[in-house]
């Protein structure tokens, strides 16, 4: 639980070097997670080029992060491997992983920022250029990794009015 908590999304990172070690570490979490039918759709690009994190950050206002970042993870979909196609799993499937990723960078002490990509068509548009990315390849969301700039506390977020028993406005837990 506490890497849960620890997790913080981090805009500025040191210029210290994130290790293909890391990298592996971080993806293979990532296929740790779970997916429909056990599909595992998922596909990883591993992105080290500055001038990618560049051409991003013009169609993502919030890509500001990418400018300190020393490595960036794209979640992507091979939609060939969907067992159930046109259903849309693929996209849980990968925020899943997505999600596994985030925590192992944190728990390996790592920064990290998830950066939607997907639905906005200007940035899966970006992404499938600037990655030759295949037909049937759909980009969902890009992890920024670094070296965060300052220590952030744990948080727990934990809003006991957003949790109902058994139907909506039920209150639970009080």
Sequence with gaps: METIFKRRSVRKYTDTAV????????????MAAPSA?????????????????QTFSEVHVNAFAMKTAQAAILVCADLSKEKDPGQGWWIQ????????MLLEATDLGLGSLWLGVHPKEDRIACMKDVCSLPEGVEPLGIMALGEPTKSREAIDRYLEDQVFLNTYGNTWGK
Excluded: H, T
């Design 93 to 100: 499937d990968c925020a899943a992983a997505m999600e596994n």
């Design 19 to 30: 290790s293909d070690e890391q990298l592996k570490q971080i993806i293979k979490a990532g």
């Design 37 to 53: 039918k056990n599909s595992q759709e998922w596909i990883f690009i591993v992105l080290r080029d500055p001038a990618i994190y």
